[in-house]
C-alpha cells in the first residue's frame, strides 16, 4: 500500500452516523483516543499508537478508522493475523459507512487501502476510482491506484494512473519508478503476445504441411504415380 505515515485524513470518513453501538460520550472519546493514535503512529510509537487505537475500537466498533489505523500498526508490528482481522472490519465498517456518506473520498481511499492490504485488488481498484472522481488533486490516490493496477498486470491503465499523479506532484519519484516499471510491463505482454501469434501461425503451417502430405522442408510432395505391371512373358513350349 502507498499509505504513509505522514497522510493525515482531511474528512470524516471514520464515524457512522446513527450508530448505535456506545453513547453519544463513548464516539465522541473514541475520535480522542483515534487522533492520538495517529500522532503516536507518525512519530513511530507504534505500541502506543495500537493501545489508543484499541481504545478507540472499543469505544466504538464502527468507527471504520480506528479499525484501518489499528490494521496498519499491526502490519508495523509484524503482526499480520491481527492486521488482517482489522483490515476486515475496516472493511465491513467503511462499506456500512459509505452507503450513508458515498461521496467521502477519504472513505473511499481508506476503504481501497484495507481492499489492497488484504489482495482485493479489482475491489481496491474500484474504491481508488471512486474516490479519484471525488477528490482529482491528490497525487497519493492515482499512485495507489497505478500499484493496484500493476498488481493485476494491467499495465497500460496503470501507466495512465501514474502518469496523472506525476502530473499532480511532478516530483513524486516512486511515481516516476512505478511509471517506467509499467512501461516495461507493457513492452513484455506486447513481447509476449508476437511470440505468441507466431508460434500459433507456425503450428497452423505444419499442420497445413502434415495434411497435404508434404514436408517443411520440400512443401507438398508430388503423389507417387502407382507402378505399371510387368508384361507377363509367354512360356515356351
Do not use: W
Request: charged residues 35%; contains cysteine; hydrophobic residues 30%.
Amino acid at each position: 500500500m502507498g499509505c504513509r505515515r505522514s497522510h493525515t485524513n482531511g474528512s470524516n470518513a471514520n464515524a457512522a452516523p446513527g450508530s448505535s453501538t456506545g453513547s453519544i460520550a463513548d464516539r465522541s472519546q473514541a475520535r480522542v483516543f483515534l487522533d492520538s493514535g495517529k500522532e503516536l503512529y507518525r512519530s513511530d510509537q507504534d505500541t502506543q499508537a495500537a493501545e489508543a487505537f484499541q481504545q478507540a475500537a472499543k469505544l466504538d466498533p464502527d468507527l471504520a478508522e480506528a479499525h484501518f489505523r489499528l490494521g496498519l500498526v499491526y502490519d508495523a508490528l509484524n503482526k499480520l493475523e491481527e492486521a488482517e482481522g482489522e483490515y476486515k472490519k475496516a472493511v465491513e465498517t467503511y462499506k456500512k459507512y459509505l452507503n450513508e456518506n458515498p461521496k467521502d473520498a477519504e472513505g473511499h481511499y481508506n476503504l481501497a487501502q484495507a481492499y489492497s492490504a488484504l489482495h482485493l485488488y479489482s475491489e481496491a481498484v474500484r474504491e481508488y476510482r471512486q474516490a479519484a472522481k471525488l477528490k482529482t488533486d491528490d497525487a497519493d490516490i492515482y499512485y495507489d491506484l497505478g500499484m493496484a493496477l500493476t498488481k493485476l498486470a494491467q499495465y497500460d491503465e496503470a501507466a495512465v494512473a501514474f502518469s496523472k499523479s506525476l502530473e499532480i506532484d511532478p516530483e513524486n519519484y516512486r511515481a516516476q519508478d512505478a511509471l517506467d516499471e509499467a512501461r516495461e510491463g507493457v513492452k513484455r505482454i506486447v513481447a509476449g503476445k508476437k511470440h505468441q501469434e507466431a508460434l500459433l501461425k507456425k503450428q497452423k503451417e505444419d499442420e497445413l504441411k502434415k495434411g497435404d502430405g508434404g514436408t517443411p522442408e520440400s512443401g507438398t510432395a508430388k503423389p507417387t504415380p502407382p507402378k505399371k505391371p510387368e508384361p507377363q512373358r509367354m512360356k515356351e513350349k
